[in-house]
């Protein structure tokens, strides 16, 4: 109701009985038989969230979507579940389809050859179980599992879906390892864990799976990475993640890498061109880096960086904001 109609209103209001008011405005009227007012003829949306029903999504135009979600370390299918919500919040009427990834919770310290293995053996068995066309294929990761996704798609058995890749977001993603990080905290504790779990995983991300630093895994991944496939690569690090350093969130040189003159650094350089030369050189392809930054209390999680490793996943602020403001365009 706009301004003009309320002040008449009141006025008259003032200059009638109640009872006479009452029943003398049209407009009263409407409002007192539950009739809504609106300067606006038509409602803003008129699909409401979660209750749109599968029937109509099968007959969305830009067809099916299907987004596979990957946990990191120690992680479980629910890592990811705030982001599937706020997908779902910000695509009403959309068909998308969620794969939360579970083969490899609760072992997620054997190699990366082998969690590949069931990663590629779940996608294959959900699109046949669920007799799913997708149109557009999107990947979802954090920490470890943004590793797993890459060594998956360089498998032949996902050959068919490169052509429908449309976005990659990778939540704090050791691309390049966990070489070159400052804490030394951090390095400890994750040498002790992987002597303790022994760890195939935790070895090849530090690069002392081989003897020449040419032949371990990260080095090799690097040289057959699929992410120019993407519409969209979208990777996100933190400074206040003491667990994955922010270069290797970001896929880029620090001081470290480019002063060392060993072995080391010449092939940590050569996996930065690597994995960032298809994609500058692919044409359609958008590459973006942000850098987040979590208001986190002073707590012990905070000091060695956990807290700012898991925010993302747990941070319902977060989420929101970077879905909202940033990430959701990503996924139309």
Known sequence: MREEEQLRLHKRAHSLGYGDFLNSSPSVQSLRSNVPLSDYPTLASTLPYFHISDEYRLFSPEGAHLIICVHGLDGNAADLRLVKTYLELGLPGAHLDFLMSERNQGDTFSDFETMTDRLVAEILYHIESSGLNPTKVSFIGHSLGTIIIRSALTRPQLRPLLSRLHTFLSLSGPH?????????????????????????????????????????????????????????????????????????????????????????????????????????????????????????????NALIGRAAHIAVLDSELFIEKFMLVAGLKYFR
């Not at 090849?204 to 080095?219: T, Y």
């Not at 940590?268 to 500058?280: G, T």
């Open 176 to 300: 390049l390892g966990t070489l070159y990080n400052t804490s030394g905290l951090v390095n400890a504790g994750m040498w002790f864990m992987q002597k303790w779990k022994k760890s195939g995983s935790l070895l090849q991300l530090a690069m002392k799976d081989s003897p020449d630093v040419r032949r371990s895994f990260m080095f090799r991944l690097s040289q057959k990475s699929n992410l120019q496939k993407f519409k969209h690569v979208l990777l996100c690090g933190s400074a206040q993640d003491r667990y994955v350093p922010l270069h290797s969130a970001r896929i880029e040189l620090c001081k470290a890498a480019v002063r060392d003159p060993t072995d080391q650094g010449a092939a940590y350089r050569e996996m930065v061109h690597n994995i960032l030369y298809p994609v500058m050189s692919a044409s359609g392809v958008s590459l973006v880096r942000y850098d987040v930054h979590h208001a986190l209390p002073p707590t012990a």
